[in-house]
């Protein structure tokens, strides 16, 4: 196993996705428009870098909601006028980023399935479960960065993390190792930030600029190809305890939500 390009180019990526994480998180307008264009690039697309239902499901599932938080963010921070303003800044409509991160985390949990990876796939319909509801753990801030916040807590932050890297390592062995970078990154950052919520909009972004840069211009086979790293029974056991630390985690979210200790706990703020 040749892992020496890895320790090179591993360090590199992450640190260039936790650059995407800050610069889009502060440049809320220049990213609703960035990601709008993004769309330009489609003929790059079609040269084979997106093949299977799985992949295009999954690039547009990303790529379109990120360019629709780019819009919410500039209505709400900027009190834009109008009926599609309007329309992006209700609290209702928060329900569309919530079932867009349902969404993605069930088709990876089909995916799942038809892989064998049964104990993983039961970990992400426990995640399903256990995100947060809109609108009232979800918002877009009125502050410099109009933040799309949702008030996850650190634990599901790092079991999310954790199934879905099991997922990838199952589903594509060969683009484990660069998927771990933007898994970390997204997972890293709020944690410096001391700020939980932040972890969806972390997750977002990098997700987006990988996939785009993979259907663009995919050098990860020749860069960071990890296909021997996979083992089948590592790929069990790691789903295996993926189930085993979420299965506690949903019987505390469900106290939480039953004794009214969610806005507390979720969002971090004093009891009373």
Same mark, same amino acid.
């Given at each position: 196993?040749?892992?020496?390009?890895?320790?090179?180019?591993?360090?590199?990526?992450?640190? *260039?996705?936790?650059?995407?994480?800050? @610069?889009?998180?502060?440049?809320?307008?220049?990213?609703?428009?960035? &990601?709008?264009?993004?769309?330009?690039?489609?003929?790059? !697309?079609?040269?084979?870098?997106?093949?299977?239902? /799985?992949? !295009?499901?999954?690039?547009?599932?990303?790529?379109?909601?990120?360019?629709?938080?780019?819009?919410?963010?500039?209505?709400?921070?900027?009190?834009?006028?109008?009926?599609?303003?309007?329309?992006?800044?209700?609290?209702?409509?928060?329900? @569309?980023?919530?079932?867009?991160?349902?969404?993605?985390?069930?088709?990876?949990?089909?995916?799942?399935?038809?892989?064998?990876?049964?104990?993983?796939?039961?970990?992400? /319909?426990?995640?399903?479960?256990?995100?947060? /509801?809109?609108?009232?753990?979800?918002?877009?801030?009125?502050?410099?960065?109009?933040?799309?916040?949702?008030?996850?807590?650190?634990? !599901?932050?790092?079991? #999310?993390?954790? &199934?879905?890297?099991? @997922?990838? #390592?199952?589903?594509?062995?060969? #683009?484990?190792?660069?998927?771990?970078?933007?898994?970390?990154?997204?997972?890293? #950052?709020?944690?410096?930030?001391?700020?939980?919520?932040?972890?969806?909009?972390?997750?977002?972004?990098?997700?987006?600029?990988?996939?785009?840069?993979?259907?663009?211009?995919?050098?990860?086979?020749?860069?960071?190809?990890?296909?021997?790293? /996979?083992?089948?029974?590592?790929?069990?056991?790691?789903?295996?305890?993926?189930?085993?630390?979420?299965?506690?985690?949903?019987?505390?979210?469900? &106290?939480?939500?039953?004794?009214?200790?969610?806005?507390?706990? @979720?969002?971090? *703020?004093?009891?009373?």
């Amino acid at each position: 196993m040749v892992i020496w390009p890895h320790v090179i180019s591993m360090p590199i990526y992450f640190a *260039l996705l936790l650059g995407v994480i800050v @610069f889009f998180r502060k440049h809320y307008k220049l990213s609703a428009y960035f &990601w709008l264009a993004s769309l330009l690039t489609f003929p790059l !697309w079609l040269m084979g870098n997106v093949d299977g239902w /799985f992949r !295009w499901v999954k690039i547009l599932s990303v790529i379109i909601p990120t360019i629709i938080v780019g819009f919410s963010r500039i209505a709400v921070h900027e009190d834009k006028k109008g009926p599609i303003w309007d329309f992006l800044k209700k609290d209702d409509f928060l329900w @569309f980023f919530y079932a867009i991160l349902f969404l993605n985390i069930a088709e990876a949990t089909i995916k799942d399935i038809t892989l064998g990876n049964y104990s993983n796939a039961a970990c992400g /319909f426990l995640l399903c479960v256990t995100i947060p /509801f809109a609108p009232k753990y979800w918002k877009i801030l009125k502050n410099s960065s109009a933040d799309l916040v949702a008030y996850t807590t650190g634990s !599901w932050n790092f079991i #999310y993390t954790s &199934w879905n890297a099991c @997922f990838v #390592y199952a589903e594509s062995p060969m #683009y484990f190792a660069s998927s771990l970078c933007i898994l970390l990154a997204a997972e890293l #950052y709020p944690v410096m930030k001391k700020r939980p919520e932040l972890y969806i909009t972390a997750r977002i972004y990098t997700l987006a600029a990988h996939l785009l840069l993979r259907a663009c211009f995919d050098i990860f086979p020749k860069v960071m190809d990890s296909t021997s790293w /996979f083992n089948p029974q590592v790929m069990s056991v790691w789903g295996i305890i993926n189930f085993v630390i979420i299965v506690p985690y949903v019987f505390w979210h469900m &106290w939480q939500l039953h004794n009214n200790k969610a806005q507390y706990s @979720f969002k971090r *703020l004093k009891s009373a």
